[in-house]
Structures are given as C-alpha cells and as structure tokens.
C-alpha cells in the first residue's frame, strides 16, 4: 500500500514504553499523522496500538548497533519528524543527527546543552550559577572517605542522604540510606549498576512528592508550559508517578524557564524540584525529554507532541475550542501494580486502594487495549518465531473484529542488524530488553 503523502509521517521511538503510545494517539487524533513505531519487538506496545500505522523493531536503544538501525528505518520510511521519548534514543539520535536526511526534522537541544543537562553536577554547577536552590551535596566528602580506604567517619554525615547516578543512564539508579551502617553496601551496589560512571550524594529531602514543570522550547524561547505534582511514584522515593495532578507555583516555572533559557533550550524537557521544610524549592535534575507521565499533560490539553510537529513542519497552528484544563489529576494503574507486584515489601492490595481512591482518570485507553493491556517488554524478554507468526495472525484477526481499519493497514518491518532487514518479516529482529523498559514509561 502507498504511502499517503498529504499526511506528515511522524517516527515514534521507544515503543516499548507506554507513554509512546499517548505520543502516537495524540499525533494521529490532532494530526491525521502516519505513525511509524519504533520498538524491540512485535510485542512492543506501541506496534500493537490502533494508532501505530507502521511497525519497525529495532535492537534496543541502549545497545550497540541501535543508532545504525534506526538510520536504516529512517532511510527506508523517510518520516518528516523524529521522536525520541526515551533518555538512550534521545542520546542515539543526539549521535546521529548530521546523518538524518535534510527532510527528516528532529527536535533536540543543543549537544553542549544535553551534555549538561544529562550530568547532574553540572546541572548544579549550572543552577548555582542561576540562584536556583539544590540539595546540599556531600559527594566530594564521600570520594575522600572511599579513597582513604572508607574509615568510620561516615557516621558524621547527615543522614538520611540520598545516592543517585551522576549522569541519566536511562533507568532509575537512586537510594535512600537511612543510617550509616548500610551505606556503604548501597553506594557500591549504585556503582555496580550497568552503565552507572559515578554516584552523587545528597542531603535527603523528606516527602514521597516531586514537583515539576515541563516546558516546550522552539529555539531557546519557550512555547509551551505545563507543571505537575507527583502524589505517589515508583519507586517510592521519586522516579515515573502513577498518581500525578496538575500544579501551578510561579517559583518552580520560574527557575526551569531561567535554566533552561540559559542552555538555548529547543524540544521538550521536564524540569523537577523537592519541596524543603522550609517551603523552597531544590531543583533534582533537568529530564530532557518527554516525561512517563506525560499522558496526563497531553490529555489535559497541553499538547507538547502535536505542537511540536506542527512547528517542526510548518503546519498551521490548531485553533483550539477550550484552554487547556486548570486542574486534572490522573493514576497509571499498570505502572503502579507492575512495581508492587514485583517489588517485595510493596502491597498489591494497598496498590488497588491507591488507584481507587481518590478517584481521577486513568491512564488507559479502552479503544486501544490491545496495546495497553500488552506486558512490558521485560516481562516477554523472548518470543520464538512460531509464536510471533501465531500472534501476528491473531492480532490482525482481532483488529479486524473490532473494526479497526488502521490496524489492519499496518505493516511491520524490523530494522535488523543489516539495512535489508526493514523488509523482513516480523519477530526475526533481536528482542534484547531496553533498561527504560523495566519500569513501564520511564
């Protein structure tokens, strides 16, 4: 079937996580856009949505031979825009943007910029300079100890601290370490992480909630701004909210626009601050793409993704019949259960209560279960030729009894280890598993 030129063709990376397939509902319901997926298999999340048009698997983004793939899938489907929504594709794209084709956009910042904003000293060295608040650090105090064979003066230190990598390794590699007897054990299990260089740490700033502020630049001038309170996240001490309302503080959108102002900022980017004791703000980290929870953003009005497109590609600007919402708050139901059912001192029943109560929307598409009810990719880490082939004939079955004609329409090539491979048939690509796919939406 030939391509449909009147629709721009958006590539969306990082199938495997379920805020891809909020990126492509919203790019398909704003945009009547072409959606090519992205992910490590035919049982990627967003491959089994209704609003994925295209199918490509890749290996994942963090290993080696990705940025290659995906040059393959761009050359091969020649999408107008670019989509990174994971921190390794971001960095493969980041690697590979004098390669794109002049007609392919992609909205990233500058790489000096993504350098800083991926290094959390340097985000401090940064906000320091700026007067905007960060957690005390103790990191140099730490390496001094380590290099002087770790004598008992860890003990003087400030506990509770909070351990953290240096720079965004695509998954979350944080601890809280209550007392001093265990923090040893812990920095050297953060150390230990795959590809973890260095860990900082932090005076720890009480409470589960984290404060953010995301912001859409078109050249280092913000477009659009939207901020959010994490009421609850996984894990529990901050990382991807499964319950999440909007918020509003002219303190924390202040200092993320004055930050990232400073770095010529352009795409999206999540700005995220602690609220101290005191009532101030402690800026955490600078996030440099689209956020896991970015479904309540998007659907509350604040339409990062189908603005940007519309900018990248010179589409006319949506005339929109009602401002974005004021208040929403929203629960990711999967995400929350997925962490406690493998989490060992977690509760699926106190999960359940969580999501039930209060009540908010959920972060669930019922005309597109197909793809939301589909287990993480950690979960099916293999699948075998045979059962691939089966569940291909049965997805297509089920598409068709549902009505759904786009589904039907969907092609799915991999991206394989060699460029004939985007014409091959579906399950042949390597399934490896992303590290952002253990932890739905990261």
Same mark, same amino acid.
């Given at each position: 079937m030939g391509r449909d030129r009147s629709r721009p063709t958006v590539m969306v990376l990082d199938g495997d996580n379920d805020n891809a397939i909020q990126v492509a509902t919203e790019l398909s319901e704003d945009l009547d856009a072409e959606v090519v997926g992205v992910g490590t298999s035919n049982w990627s999340r967003l491959l089994r949505s209704r609003y994925c048009d295209v199918g490509v698997t890749t290996v994942p983004a963090s290993e080696p031979g990705y940025a290659d793939q995906l040059l393959d899938a761009v050359e091969a489907h020649r999408p107008d825009l670019l989509i990174p929504v994971g921190y390794h594709s971001v960095a493969a794209v980041d690697g590979i943007r004098d390669d794109l084709p002049d007609a392919v956009e992609c909205w990233l910042p500058p790489s000096d910029s993504l350098d800083v904003a991926v290094d959390k000293v340097a985000t401090a060295e940064l906000a320091a300079e700026l007067d905007v608040g960060t957690p005390t650090s103790f990191t140099d105090?730490?390496?001094?100890?380590?290099?002087?064979?770790?004598? /008992?003066?860890?003990?003087s230190l400030p506990f509770p601290l909070f351990l953290k990598a240096r720079h965004e390794c695509g998954k979350n590699v944080t601890a809280e370490v209550e007392r001093p007897g265990a923090f040893w054990a812990t920095y050297d299990d953060l150390v230990g992480e795959r590809g973890?260089?260095?860990?900082?740490?932090?005076?720890?700033?009480?409470?589960?909630?984290?404060y953010a502020c995301g912001l859409l630049y078109d050249d280092g001038a913000p477009q659009l701004l939207f901020a959010h309170e994490e009421l609850r996240s996984v894990p529990r001490e901050g990382g991807s /909210?499964?319950?999440?309302?909007?918020?509003?503080?002219?303190?924390?959108?202040?200092?993320?626009?004055?930050?990232?102002?400073?770095?010529?900022?352009? /795409?999206?980017?999540?700005?995220e601050f602690k609220r101290c004791a005191d009532g101030s703000y402690a800026l955490m980290e600078i996030n440099p793409k689209l956020w896991a929870s970015y479904a309540l953003a998007s659907q509350a009005g604040y339409r990062f993704v189908s603005t940007c497109a519309r900018r990248a590609l010179g589409l006319d600007?949506?005339?929109?019949?009602?401002?974005?919402?004021?208040?929403?708050?929203?629960?990711?139901?999967?995400?929350?259960?997925?962490?406690?059912?493998?989490?060992?001192?977690?509760?699926?029943?106190?999960?359940?209560?969580?999501?039930?109560?209060?009540?908010?929307?959920?972060?669930?598409?019922?005309?597109?279960?197909?793809a939301w009810l589909t287990p993480p990719a950690a979960v099916v880490e293999t699948v075998d030729t045979a059962t691939a082939s089966q569940s291909s004939v049965g997805t297509s079955a089920q598409n068709a009894a549902n009505g759904d004609s786009r589904a039907d329409e969907t092609d799915r090539r991999p991206a394989g280890t060699e460029p004939t491979n985007v014409d091959s048939p579906p399950g042949d690509a390597d399934e490896g598993i992303a590290d952002e796919a253990d932890l739905p939406g990261d």
């Open positions: 105090r730490v390496a001094a100890l380590d290099e002087r064979g770790r004598p /008992g003066e860890i003990g973890v260089q260095e860990v900082i740490v932090q005076e720890c700033i009480p409470g589960e909630r984290t /909210g499964t319950r999440v309302r909007l918020f509003r503080d002219p303190r924390i959108e202040t200092a993320a626009i004055r930050l990232l102002d400073s770095l010529d900022w352009h /795409g999206p980017a999540l700005v600007e949506e005339r929109r019949s009602h401002p974005p919402d004021a208040t929403a708050e929203m629960v990711f139901p999967l995400r929350e259960l997925y962490y406690a059912a493998r989490t060992d001192d977690e509760s699926l029943l106190r999960s359940a209560a969580a999501i039930c109560w209060p009540p908010a929307r959920l972060d669930l598409n019922l005309r597109d279960l197909g």
